[in-house]
């Protein structure tokens, strides 16, 4: 299970690599074709913003899965260890209730919905619903990462912070 966690990280690392090259380029020849050539092309605003949308969520997901999220590790460090696990374990299963909820099963609305409602976007004539699939997308991304969270904290096997420098550790 762990080697197919690696590929899906891996995957997910390189789409969104690829994603934000296409994002940085696209808005560099807006600004070209804006300002040199005197004429924006039409369909790079749109563009941009569905590829923002995209590396955002999927960037979060990706960042959640390295642990690289938001904490507030100064007050949970003040906290006896058991509180920690409790905290721990408390803010997966928040997680994972709103990737559950929230992304996944709202996001599959939104996106059968929009898909039935034939909407398309104005300059490049795409399907919405198809663009909204980031959303459960990432919410997969999410649960997949926070259940291993779960699991991690449950076998002992998550990380522990390092200690402060009041507790011997280094500066």
Do not use: C
């Amino acid at each position: 299970m762990k080697s197919l966690r690696d590929i899906l990280v891996k995957f997910l690392e390189w789409f969104l690599i690829l994603a934000f090259a296409l994002l940085t380029l696209d808005v560099l020849w807006g600004v070209f074709s804006r300002y040199i050539l005197g004429s924006q092309s039409v369909w790079t605003e749109e563009l941009a913003i569905n590829l923002l949308i995209w590396v955002s969520l999927l960037g979060a997901a990706l960042t959640y899965e390295e642990k690289g999220h938001l904490g507030v590790d100064y007050f949970v460090g003040k906290l006896h260890p058991d509180a920690q696990k409790v905290g721990a374990i408390f803010v997966e299963l928040v997680v994972l209730f709103f990737a559950g909820f929230g992304l996944l099963y709202g996001g599959w609305l939104l996106v059968s919905e929009t898909l039935a409602a034939g909407q398309v976007t104005p300059a490049l004539g795409w399907q919405k619903g198809y663009l909204y699939t980031a959303a459960p997308i990432a919410g997969l991304f999410f649960i997949i990462f926070s259940v291993e969270h779960l699991l991690e904290i449950f076998s002992g096997d998550s990380p522990q912070s390092e200690p402060s420098p009041e507790e011997g550790g280094e500066l």
